[in-house]
């Protein structure tokens, strides 16, 4: 029997080939010898009763009740399934089967989509091509085994060598089956100021589904989560996390089959996704990450905060300390003048602030949050020398200066919307619903993703910015993108057109340390911290609740990714009255800063 086996510094993965051409599934766990693969291969002389023979040749193997690498739909295996596929006849029978598979030390990056990265002699790599038995249609399986940080990463990728389209319904970027069902599942859940909440809950027969259509990766349910044995703790026990490289829709399903079975599945969400793939096009799945521990949920922290640290977060401020920052947004909102700003910003020089942060309300017309978003010119009326001067003037008082923006987010009222309302995600003939008196940029489109890159470096290089807090303040609604060819296309195009437009400026702008915002925590992911390498964690700055939220936040992302700031009391967001010693111990467990005048 064929042997695919990575191993990490205390785990390893094992799969091996079925005489039928599926990948089975053979160990995830604890590090361990394995020479024959066949000693963990599943045992069996005839199929399970009313499941489905796959080969007629080898009567003893049905999928339905097997440990597999990869599935799709109609052969047996009535499980959700890694791949979903529509046919020109409208047919969705699909049979992938091995066809190669290439070793290799390292890893590529991912064309379009943020991934991990390391040097060579860190990552061991497996690319598994299959087949489909009746077309030219390709599944790649890609494996990368971090050593250090005992990490694995998968992602899939579909490639159309046939002559005719064919419709994508889903593919995730990970499949995990198991033997064992006796986990529990923890999950980060929550919303506006309440974010990654932990709960507890057992999994029982059928499925556990953790999953957002917000458009974003969302507070109500973070994409990362972890299953545990009822007795770990944060010590001692098994326990297993995943999580996804992805900013958008994302689901993962955790399945019991009836023949105790489990399966992990996680990727972008299949609901709102459909993607035509035309002859000789390929389509990519973002890349999941996954980690087993036996030290309980804090090696598992551990294991994932290195992983982050050293194979997420990239370029200049990887590894090194973070400014200290003032944000004006809670002393000021948009009530402010030049005078005032520059008040503020010697109070801050004088108590040691490293970099002064203008939020909202900086560009023209931005009186409230119902009008001018887009319009990213500067308001001269509040400040009349302009923000190269402002800048300067910070600068000369020993701080960095930094600016607040909301690219992907537009008001009716506002410039850009009269000279462009197809630009705003919706269809022009029907009224869109508002959150926050805004709408959303159709990020889609490739005009807008030009006109961001442009005009805000027009801005970065003309505000010598050394800081951008890059805010996201609502959810999608109305989803069309006119540009597209298929509206199924729309969530996730949406997101690849945030990360060119972010992938783009952070080249432009090495030095600079961008800071994700999305009303708060409402995209505290992976993928965006591949461009951002700390991200505001929640508009809730009390004390007592940011207990809460970064402890949960912090099962799964670094301390250095969560930015925690003190903030005046009584606080804006609970009226809670907190003790200064108590926000300063709270706010030093992540990026420390403040958002108080």
């Given amino acids: ?128 091509t299959l087949k489909e038995k009746h077309h030219e249609i390709y599944l790649q399986l890609n494996y990368s085994a971090f050593f250090e940080s005992d990490v694995i990463a998968r992602s899939s990728k579909l490639i159309n060598r046939s002559d005719s389209v064919i419709s994508i319904q889903s593919l995730f970027s990970m499949q ?71 900013s958008g829709n994302h689901q993962s399903n955790i399945e019991v089959s009836a023949y105790d079975r489990l399966r992990i599945l996680s990727g972008i969400h299949p609901t709102q996704f459909h993607w035509p793939l035309q002859p000789e096009e390929s389509f990519q799945s ?46 000021t909102y948009f009530n402010f003048n030049e005078s005032k700003i520059l008040k503020l910003a010697r109070e801050a020089a004088n108590i040691g602030v490293e970099c002064f942060v203008l939020d909202d309300g900086w560009f023209k017309n931005r009186k409230d949050d119902s009008r001018a978003l887009g319009d990213w010119y500067t308001d001269t009326k509040k400040l009349p020398h302009g923000l190269k001067w402002l800048s300067r003037q910070i600068q000369a008082m020993n701080m960095s200066f930094g600016l607040w923006v909301e690219p992907e987010m537009i008001n009716e009222d506002s410039d850009l919307y009269r000279s462009h309302p197809d630009w705003a995600v919706g269809r022009v003939d029907q009224v869109a619903s508002l959150s926050r008196n805004q709408r959303v940029l159709d990020m889609s489109n490739p005009d807008v993703q030009d006109y ?85 964690t929640s508009d809730n700055t009390d004390a007592l609740d940011r207990t809460v939220i970064q402890t949960g936040t912090s099962y799964g992302y670094p301390l250095s990714s969560i930015s925690a700031h003190v903030s005046a009391v009584p606080n804006h967001q609970t009226r809670r009255i907190s003790p200064l010693n108590s926000r300063l111990a709270v706010s030093s467990f992540g990026v420390f800063g403040c958002e108080i005048n």
């Fill in 1 to 128: 029997m064929e042997l695919f086996h990575l191993q990490t510094k205390n785990t390893s993965y094992a799969f091996t080939l079925l005489p039928t051409g599926q990948l089975e599934h053979l160990y995830y766990g604890k590090k361990i010898r394995l020479d024959d693969p066949s000693v963990l291969s599943e045992k069996a002389v005839f199929p399970s009763g009313n499941c489905v023979v796959y080969d007629r040749n080898i009567p003893h193997i049905s999928l339905e009740n097997r440990m597999l690498e990869h599935s799709s739909t109609g052969k047996g295996d009535i499980r959700q399934s890694l791949v979903e596929i529509i046919f020109p006849d409208t047919s969705y029978v699909s049979d992938f089967v091995f066809q190669k598979f290439e070793r290799r030390r390292g890893k590529e990056s991912i064309d379009g989509l943020p991934s991990s990265y390391g040097v060579e002699d860190e990552i061991e790599s497996i690319i598994i």
């Fill in 286 to 331: 973002p890349e999941a990450v996954f980690s087993f521990s036996t030290a309980g949920l804090n090696g598992l922290s551990q294991q994932f905060h290195t992983f982050i640290n050293q194979h997420i977060v990239r370029g200049e401020w990887k590894n090194k300390e973070r400014p200290v920052v003032l944000n004006n947004w809670e002393a």
């Fill in 452 to 536: 961001l890159i442009d005009r805000l470096s027009e801005i970065f290089e003309e505000a010598e910015v050394s800081f951008v807090k890059w805010d996201y303040n609502r959810i999608f609604s109305d989803h069309y993108g006119p540009t597209l060819d298929h509206q199924g296309k729309f969530t996730h195009s949406f997101i690849l057109g945030t990360y060119r437009v972010l992938d783009e400026l952070t080249k432009r702008f090495p030095k600079v340390l961008f800071e994700s915002c999305a009303s708060g925590g409402n995209r505290f992911d992976l993928g965006m911290l591949c461009y951002t390498p700390q991200i505001w």
């Fill in 176 to 246: 995990l089956d198991r033997d064992d069902i006796d986990w529990q599942i923890m999950t980060f859940d929550g919303h506006w100021g309440r974010e990654r909440t932990p709960h507890t809950r057992d999994i029982g027969y059928g499925r556990s589904v953790v999953e957002t259509l917000a458009g974003c990766s969302s507070n109500r349910q973070n994409p990362f989560f972890i299953l545990k044995k009822a007795q770990t703790d944060e010590d001692l026990g098994e326990c297993l996390g995943v999580n996804l490289i992805y």
